[in-house]
């Protein structure tokens, strides 16, 4: 079955690294099929970014994710400009503190409030957000082991290991019932 | 082979060092930017060279040069990099150079829009450069025929002895996918340029050819060999140098047709296309590159709501496949052709169709944004009706 995820912000919130890592994480640690694609405006920092993945058990045909079944919004902008994609029975991950108004979402749109940029602070390192982001969506998919994630963060982002895999292990260990829709 | 996850535009460096280019000159731009990077760090590696240029004329003139020492050779570029590009790439063409060209197309005319994808140069990719030369043009679909065709393009402009252009996307170049390919590249089997055969006394120059469909022996600088590259472009029939008092025109017209010739005559090694449920097709999408992928959503789609639709995606486009195009249209009462353009291959689509009484209509977009299945499904029905 055909799944697509989209990691969502701005410029230099490392939304696209997000979704390289977990493409490597599902493609090369796990045995899915992966295209991994993304989006962002020419102003780098401060635009609107996105990373998407879509993953099957099959061939992929279509490399777009058009309909995500989960989207991880790092921004208030992000909410604004992909509320309207997401279908009732999908899920949404949000950030607590950069992320205020959800009223956009359909109903039926599962909402979990995490937080992310709270967490990467607590690691001395707000740039860490989005690895946070990646351990809170590995543990709320349940598509992911820490330890799987973990691989794929090191292979694709070896550099400060050490702040990435603490990063990781603060968001995989959420405490879900605060997250909870 | 070894599975990884890698992105397009590494996939087009891949594929150029497999098919033995070993000389890299280029100008970094949006969105092909990670093959100069790739290509800095990777050509040192296999023995190659890497030349940052000052711009893009430079880089086109100095693989240019570096092709005519005998080395494989390419570049990569986007929209306005491609525009700078023609004057010498039709030098190259008319030259008779082998190079490969990767065009990772960005959106819109002018600078652009850097960031954002497009299919736009369709047209400039075969009638970009002035004074009639003839162009080859593969457009790959997803990043592992991203590498095969690039490696094909390398080993066609060998065979063909002229300029290849691989024509990519910004959605194609910054996408990673899950690829098996080769770790070893010595196994695949690699094209070189025809060289001469005589000794050097005897050679007639790198123009020598007597019939229209030859592709004559090319001298390396260097080896030996009196070798003229003309940026001229045009020689004599049967070789030999021109005189002073010029070019008949006899001449100049064997010249021109011979460019064009011998592509034609290999016509068959050079058309490239993946034909689906086209048999008893009433309704045909035509499509290339990214959005061929979801012409063949839409036609899986239409298929299960019993519309009897097939897919032509055309993999080589330049020459472009008039009769394929016929012949994947044999039952069909509609052509639709979806491209991020305003109708470049639709045209070429209308051209191979004419007389026919083939409906045929586009769904087209230039705002950046791929076109999805639903899109191609709704003018399905609204032609269809």
Redesign the interface.
Known sequence: MRTEIRFAGVGSQGTVSCSVVLAEALGIVKDYQVVQTQEYAASISGGSAQGDVAFSDQKIIVPWVLHPDVLVAMAQDAVKQHAAAMRPGTCVIVDDIMVTDVSSFRKGVAIHWAPMTKLADQVGFRKCANIVALGVFSRLTGLLTLEEITKAVLARAPGRAEVNIKALKLGYDVNLDLVAA | MT???LLGNDAFCEGLIAGGVRFYAGYPI?PATEIAEAMSRRMPEVGGTYVQMEDELGSMAAIMGASATGVKSATASAGPGMALMQNELGQAIAAEIPLVVVNVQRAGPGIG????SGQMEVMQSRYGANGEVPAVVLAPS??EEAFWLTLKAVNLSEMLRTVVIVLGEG?LG?????VDLPDDYDEIEVVNRPRPSVPPREFLGNYAANELSEVPPIADFGSGYKSIVSSVGISRRGGGDISILGLAVDDQDFTIRRLHQKLLDRKNEITLFEQLMTDDAEIVYIAFG?QA??A??AM?EARARGIKAGVLRLISIWPFPDEVVRACCAKARAVVVPEMNLGQARLLVGNALANTGIKIVGVNRVDSI?I??VEILDKTTEVLS
């Open positions: 599975k990884r996850l949006t829009n850097a960031t954002r997803t990043v959605i910054l996408q990673r996918a899950v990214t992928l979801s063949i959503g899986h791929t999805k299945p």
